[in-house]
Every structure is written in structure tokens, then in C-alpha cells.
């Protein structure tokens, strides 16, 4: 973890993660890419952590059974038709301690099943901003200091060894029963 002055420097350099090569930056910019192993950096002006993501499993086609599934125990007559289905990721800060791992939404979440989401973390990869023409890509409203700010980091606070943000993919769905 790297962490920057309150003194905002017009360009600052800093070590990647991954390879270790000396890169260049404007913390303004947000997001940035080693130019030597292409890793994906998210820069907060306190801090610089690892940006990584989940790719995506499911396809579109898939989507109908998993909502037949669910609705099954209903016992309905007709099955459901999907209107409308938008894929779309949602930020979450990964916070690596000595012995646990815990994950925090990096945004006000809509639907509070998505905030006990146990993130795959074998799966995760270096993020790719080709997603962002594709998809919609969520930016983290909920900063990693105000995650840190939370008491029950803020007591485990000297076994932190990593920060990482994490982009997970969703499906918002629109179906109709006849």
C-alpha cells in the first residue's frame, strides 16, 4: 500500500504492485495501467490499491432457468419470460488482514442481499477498462478511508496487509409471469 502526502504533487511516481516498475502518475486520474504488465491501479489520493475483477460466468440464455429455479417453490403455472436484462459491476473494497479476509460495497447498495456477498477471490483478475464500453461500470462512492474509519477495522488495524478494489458483476432482470 502506498500512501500519498496530503500535498497533492502535480506527478507522482510510485512502485506497481504486481511487477514492482516505477510508474508515473497524476492522482487525478482515478484509474491507471502498468505499462510493463498492464495491471490495473485504482488511485485514491490517500492511497493506491490493486483494481481487480470478477468476469463474468453467466450468459443472458442462462438467465431464464436461474428465474424458473427461484420461482419453482411458487408453484406457478406459466414460466417467467425476461423483458429486460442489464449485466453491470458493482464496486467492493477487499481488505486483506493477517488471517481474514473482508469485503465492504464501495457504494450505497440498493439490494441489502448484496451486501454479504463472498467474493470468489481465487477467480478475481487484473481489471480491464475494456469493460467500460460494454458495460455499465460502477465508480466507488464509499471511499476506502471511510471503510477503514469502521470500528471493527479501525481494532484489527495492525494486521492489514492489503487493500484492493474489486469490480463484480450483476444482472438486473425485468421478467413477467403469465
Same mark, same amino acid.
Given at each position: 500500500?502506498?500512501?500519498?502526502?496530503?500535498?497533492?504533487?502535480?506527478?507522482m511516481?510510485?512502485?506497481?504492485?504486481?511487477?514492482?516498475?516505477?510508474?508515473?502518475?497524476?492522482? $487525478?486520474?482515478?484509474?491507471?495501467?502498468?505499462?510493463?504488465?498492464?495491471?490495473?491501479?485504482?488511485?485514491?489520493?490517500?492511497?493506491?490499491?490493486?483494481?481487480?475483477?470478477?468476469?463474468?460466468?453467466?450468459?443472458?440464455?442462462?438467465?431464464?432457468g436461474?428465474?424458473?429455479?427461484?420461482?419453482a417453490?411458487?408453484?406457478?403455472?406459466?414460466?417467467?419470460?425476461?423483458? $429486460?436484462?442489464?449485466?453491470?459491476?458493482?464496486?467492493?473494497?477487499?481488505?486483506? @488482514?493477517?488471517?481474514?479476509?473482508?469485503?465492504?460495497?464501495?457504494?450505497?447498495?440498493?439490494?441489502?442481499?448484496?451486501?454479504?456477498?463472498?467474493?470468489?477471490?481465487?477467480? @478475481?483478475?487484473?481489471? $480491464?477498462?475494456?469493460? $467500460?464500453?460494454?458495460?455499465?461500470?460502477?465508480?466507488?462512492?464509499?471511499? @476506502?478511508?471511510?471503510?477503514?474509519?469502521?470500528?471493527?477495522?479501525?481494532?484489527?488495524?495492525?494486521?492489514?496487509?492489503?487493500?484492493?478494489?474489486?469490480?463484480?458483476?450483476?444482472?438486473?432482470?425485468?421478467?413477467?409471469?403469465?
Amino acid at each position: 500500500m502506498i500512501v500519498f502526502s496530503k500535498a497533492i504533487i502535480k506527478v507522482m511516481e510510485i512502485k506497481c504492485v504486481q511487477c514492482g516498475a516505477k510508474i508515473e502518475i497524476a492522482p $487525478e486520474t482515478g484509474f491507471i495501467s502498468c505499462p510493463y504488465c498492464d495491471s490495473r491501479l485504482y488511485v485514491d489520493i490517500e492511497q493506491t490499491v490493486r483494481h481487480l475483477y470478477l468476469k463474468p460466468k453467466l450468459n443472458p440464455q442462462q438467465l431464464t432457468g436461474i428465474i424458473a429455479q427461484s420461482l419453482a417453490p411458487l408453484e406457478l403455472k406459466n414460466p417467467a419470460k425476461i423483458i $429486460e436484462s442489464r449485466l453491470f459491476f458493482l464496486p467492493f473494497w477487499l481488505v486483506k @488482514l493477517k488471517n481474514q479476509i473482508l469485503s465492504f460495497p464501495a457504494q450505497e447498495l440498493e439490494f441489502s442481499e448484496l451486501k454479504n456477498f463472498k467474493i470468489p477471490i481465487a477467480e @478475481l483478475l487484473p481489471y $480491464e477498462p475494456e469493460i $467500460e464500453n460494454k458495460y455499465q461500470v460502477e465508480i466507488p462512492i464509499v471511499s @476506502l478511508d471511510d471503510v477503514m474509519q469502521r470500528p471493527e477495522l479501525q481494532a484489527l488495524a495492525d494486521r492489514l496487509e492489503q487493500t484492493d478494489l474489486i469490480h463484480i458483476p450483476f444482472y438486473l432482470l425485468s421478467y413477467q409471469v403469465e
